[in-house]
């Protein structure tokens, strides 16, 4: 009696080790997993940890090498690129301007302010064809940057700063799931946000236009300046296509993008330097409250 | 001793070439080929599971710090790794494997090498592309990306081990 019992005991301690050690496998995978997971999906929101991005000193180091001898390839187009931006600007500058009422204007300097100054930089990694796109770029907290600011190049929007190293920072991209931009239509002034479906890299999509709005096929897509991030009217694409939404009053708009992410190689970093007084001010819209439904 | 430093000079270069190569070569449609799992299959078969996994997070980690993908490779490493053994047993010779091998096309036969690692690969990559796509009305962009992107990582991994993996060596 007392044997069978013992036998019976060890029987079930041998299980339990059995099971322990089956379940030991289980309890480390699910752990490991779990913190991946966390720290992917936490970090699409907001990265904590310096050294698992691309912003890591030994990381970002590695990328720049690497960089450093790819450039090389798309030089020229570069070059081209950075003299029409010059030329743009250089027929806005004064004499480049015919005056045409001689001594009539004065310009008077006070009734100007700055708003937005722009920080250069160059991109040392960046992807494209992935779900979520991110940039790594060479100026960090040392030049200024913070989480937030705007990111474009002379040929277009880029997107948000997501996260700043000390020398580096990560630019989210228009290619990302919730990149939510605010955009307008140049003429008509029609806005909605940008947003992209992971498919094609040259074409994004507007949501929230309303149907009755006037929307013309090409017609220019800018920044509508709405939060601070970017100045109004920075180009963001061309209307490609529009169509009905099935039980929406809404347009259904396809974006081809004025700029290319597959060869970006410098971009110029947003800074609101009104920021502060833009936030202070927009503290005083009283929250939305909820009214009960009679 | 020796396997371990093997093995230790193998993750680097493994991390390397994925994250300096095969990270930019920007295919279309969508197509990334991975060459990282192959490690995982050439550790030593008789590695048990446990570390098996802390390895292949580690792995993966690395890769993410080189990809912005903030732990997307380490879970999908981390399945990988999980399921290593799983298909091992499921597609063991008649009388279990020898201990000292490896997991590699000259040892094993191409028939067990083309079953396994296909089957791991797949579900590697089916993992990886769920988590990061995580829609589920792009499921038809996931079983594209992960269709064609299976393909080519397999070829890849294949051709790694023609042309690294010295057969005299392999066969003592």
Redesign the interface.
Known sequence: MNRISLSHYFCGMRNLIAFYLRFRIFLVFAALQGVALYTYFTSSEFPKLQLLTTTGAFNAEVLKVRNDVTKHFNLENTNKQLEWENIRLREKLRQSVYRVEKGAISIDDTSFKQQYTYIPGTVINSTFDKRDNYMTIDIGQISGIERGMGVFSSRGVVGVIHYVGTDYSIVKTVLTKNINIDVMLEKGGAFGLLKWNGEDARRGTISGISNDMVVKKWSKVVTRGGSGIFPRGILVGRVEKKGFIEGKPLWDITVRFSEDFRSIQHVYVVKNLMMQELIDVEKHIPAPVEEEDL | MGKILLHSIRFVLFVLVQ??IL??L???W???PMLYPLFIMLLPLEMT??PL??VS?AL??SI?????????H??AA??FA?FRPVIFKLLAPRDGYESEVEGNIYEMGYRWFIYAFGLLLLIHHTWYFL???F?LN?LL?VLKKTGLSVVLSFVLSLLVQLIFVSRNKSER
Do not use: P, Q
């Open positions: 994250v300096l990270n930019n920007e295919l279309r969508g197509i990334y599971t446990v996994l802390l997070f993966g980690i993410d710090a080189f990809s912005n993908t903030f732990g997307l380490a879970s981390v399945v999980y988590i990061e796509h829609k792009e962009m």
